[in-house]
C-alpha cells in the first residue's frame, strides 16, 4: 500500500475514458488499496483510478458513515429526486462550483474478487457517485457545475450557512426552554435547562472552548437559577 500522486486538471489522464476491469488480481487489489489510502490522506471522500494516472473504472467512495466502499466496473442503474449543492474535487484543489445532481442513487459494481453487488445511498454518498463515474468517463464536475464560486462568494456562503445554523441551534434551545416551562418542571430543573440553552448558544456563536462557553454564557445563569431554587428545595427537604 502507498500514496499515490493525484492528477490536477489539465493532465490527460483526467479526459480519457476507461478501460473496464477483466482480471481481478493482485495488481487490483494493490490499486484498490492505493486509492483508499491517498484517499484517507488527503481528506476527501471519493477518488477514481484516472485520478491517479490509472486508466481503469475504479473508484472508491466514503460514505456519511465513513464506510469505504470500492467500486469496480461500476454503473448508475437508477436514480431518484434532485439536489443541488456545493461539489469539489481532489484534482481541482481550492475551486468549487454549484452541481444538481440526483439525491439517491443506485449503482451496480463489482468487488475486488469480481462479485456483483448492489449499493444505493442519497445526499452526499449519492453526489459522490456521480462524481467518480464521471471521472471514469474522462468528465469533470466543473463540466457540469451551473456556477463556479471565488473564493469570495464561498466565504459568503459558508458565512450563511453557519449563520443559519446558529439560528436553528437558538431555536432549538428556546424551544427546548418552552417545552420544559410548560412542562412545570422545578427551578431546580429551569438551572439544567438554563445550562443546556447556554451550550447551545455558546455553540452558536462558535466558541471552541467548553469551559469557555459556559463561563459566558451558562455560569452566571446557572448559579442564579440554583440560588433562587434553594428556598424550593428547603421545602422540599422539610416535607
Known amino acids: 500500500m502507498a500514496l499515490r500522486k493525484i492528477a490536477l486538471e489539465g493532465e490527460a489522464c483526467l479526459s480519457k475514458?476507461?478501460?473496464?476491469?477483466?482480471?481481478f488480481n493482485s495488481r487490483?487489489?494493490?490499486?484498490?488499496?492505493?486509492l483508499a489510502d491517498?484517499?484517507?490522506?488527503?481528506?476527501?471522500?471519493?477518488?477514481?483510478a484516472p485520478q491517479v494516472g490509472v486508466?481503469?473504472?475504479?473508484?472508491?467512495?466514503?460514505?456519511?458513515?465513513?464506510?469505504?466502499?470500492?467500486?469496480?466496473?461500476?454503473?448508475?442503474?437508477?436514480?431518484?429526486?434532485?439536489?443541488?449543492?456545493?461539489?469539489?474535487?481532489l484534482s481541482v484543489p481550492g475551486k468549487y462550483g454549484v452541481v444538481t445532481r440526483p439525491e439517491m442513487v443506485r449503482v451496480r459494481a463489482q468487488d475486488r474478487d469480481g462479485q456483483w453487488f448492489e449499493v444505493e445511498d442519497e445526499g452526499l454518498t449519492a453526489r459522490c457517485f456521480?462524481?467518480?463515474?464521471?471521472?471514469?468517463?474522462?468528465?469533470?464536475?466543473?463540466?457540469?457545475?451551473?456556477?463556479?464560486?471565488?473564493q469570495e462568494e464561498l466565504d459568503e456562503l459558508l458565512k450563511q450557512e453557519q449563520e443559519a445554523e446558529a439560528v436553528k441551534k437558538q431555536a432549538e434551545a428556546a424551544r427546548f426552554a418552552k417545552e420544559q416551562?410548560?412542562?412545570?418542571?422545578?427551578?431546580?430543573?429551569?438551572?439544567?435547562?438554563?445550562a443546556i440553552q447556554a451550550?447551545?448558544?455558546?455553540?452558536a456563536e462558535g466558541i471552541d472552548k467548553k469551559a469557555e462557553a459556559m463561563k459566558k454564557y451558562g455560569e452566571a445563569a446557572v448559579i442564579e437559577m440554583i440560588m433562587n431554587a434553594l428556598p424550593e428545595i428547603a421545602k422540599n427537604v422539610a416535607e
Open 199 to 203: 451550550k447551545a448558544l455558546a455553540e
Open 130 to 150: 456521480c462524481h467518480e463515474l464521471d471521472h471514469l468517463d474522462g468528465h469533470m464536475y466543473t463540466e457540469f457545475a451551473e456556477k463556479m464560486l471565488t
Open 17 to 23: 475514458v476507461c478501460r473496464p476491469v477483466t482480471d
Open 28 to 34: 487490483l487489489h494493490t490499486l484498490l488499496d492505493d
Open 55 to 89: 486508466l481503469r473504472r475504479v473508484c472508491v467512495v466514503l460514505d456519511e458513515e465513513d464506510q469505504l466502499i470500492e467500486l469496480v466496473n461500476p454503473e448508475i442503474i437508477y436514480t431518484e429526486g434532485e439536489q443541488t449543492g456545493l461539489e469539489g474535487c
Open 38 to 48: 491517498t484517499l484517507a490522506d488527503s481528506g476527501g471522500v471519493g477518488l477514481a
Open 181 to 194: 416551562e410548560a412542562a412545570g418542571i422545578s427551578a431546580v430543573g429551569k438551572a439544567e435547562a438554563a
